[in-house]
C-alpha cells in the first residue's frame, strides 16, 4: 500500500531526446507527487511537483503527467542534455503529515 | 542562504559501535526529516519531527535507532550497537512546515560505514 514502484531502472538517451521515467502507487491517499533530481554526492533536489486535481503540469523542458484513474504519473524531460545526467526519483505523500515514500530511482544518462 | 548541512559528510565505525549524525536545518523550518538511503535505492522514510517533537517516528527500523531535537532546530540521530547492515547515507530534509506541499530541502547527507 505504501509503495511507490518506479521505472525503468536506467534509462540512456542521446542528446535532444526525450526521456521518459514512469512511477505507480497503489495508496489513494496519496495526494503530492514530487520529482526529485540527484547528482552523486549530492542530497536529492526537488524538480517539479503535482497534486492529483491536475493532470499535467509543465515547467521548462520538463513535464509530469497525471493518471489519477490508473495510479500513475510519469515525469518527460524533453531536449534532454548530458546536464540532466542524474538519479530521477518519484515520490508521493499524504496530507497526513509530510513524509516522502521514494521510487526505486532512474539512472538517466544523456549522451553527447 | 545556507541550505541544510550535514556532519560529519562520512563516518567510519566498528561492529557495536555508538555513533551520532547531526543535521543543521534551514533557518525557520519547523519540520525535519531523516531518511536512509542505501545503495542503488531511493530514500527510505526514518523519522519527521514537527518542531521539538516526534510526529511519526514509524520508519525507525529498531530500538537502537533514537533521534532527538531538543530546541526544534539542530536534529540528531542516535544509533546504538552499529550493525553492518546500518551501512548506508543518512539523509536530512527540512521543510517551512510539515505536510501538504512545502517543499523538503535535503542536505548531503552522511556517508556511514560500519566495518
Known amino acids: 500500500q505504501q509503495q511507490v514502484k518506479q521505472s525503468p531502472q536506467s534509462l540512456i538517451v542521446q542528446k535532444g531526446g526525450i526521456s521518459i521515467i514512469n512511477c505507480a502507487y497503489e495508496n489513494t491517499a496519496f495526494d503530492y507527487f514530487p520529482w526529485y533530481q540527484q547528482f552523486p554526492g549530492k542530497g536529492p533536489a526537488l524538480l517539479i511537483a503535482i497534486r492529483p486535481d491536475v493532470s499535467e503540469k509543465k515547467e521548462g523542458r520538463f513535464t509530469i503527467s497525471f493518471n489519477k484513474s490508473a495510479k500513475q504519473f510519469s515525469l518527460h524531460i524533453m531536449d534532454s542534455q548530458p546536464g540532466d545526467s542524474a538519479t530521477y526519483f518519484c515520490?508521493?505523500?499524504?496530507?497526513?503529515?509530510?513524509?516522502?515514500?521514494f521510487g526505486q530511482g532512474t539512472e538517466l544518462s544523456v549522451k553527447p | 542562504g545556507a541550505g541544510v548541512s550535514q556532519t560529519p559528510s562520512n563516518k567510519v565505525t566498528e561492529k557495536g559501535k555508538y555513533v551520532e549524525l547531526r543535521c543543521d536545518p534551514i533557518?525557520?523550518?519547523?519540520?525535519l526529516y531523516w531518511y536512509r538511503q542505501s545503495l542503488g535505492q531511493g530514500p527510505e522514510f526514518l523519522i519527521y519531527f514537527q518542531g521539538t517533537g516526534a510526529a511519526d517516528d514509524s520508519g525507525l527500523p529498531n530500538d537502537r535507532f533514537f533521534a532527538v531535537r531538543p530546541e526544534g532546530s539542530v536534529s540528531t540521530l542516535k544509533i546504538q550497537r552499529t550493525e553492518r547492515g546500518d551501512s548506508a547515507v543518512y539523509l536530512c530534509?527540512?521543510?517551512?512546515?510539515?505536510?501538504?506541499?512545502?517543499?523538503?530541502?535535503f542536505g548531503p547527507g552522511t556517508r556511514l560505514t560500519v566495518l
Open positions: 515520490a508521493a505523500s499524504s496530507n497526513q503529515g509530510g513524509k516522502l515514500i
Open positions: 533557518s525557520g523550518h519547523t519540520a
Open positions: 530534509a527540512s521543510s517551512r512546515r510539515a505536510g501538504g506541499t512545502d517543499t523538503q530541502y
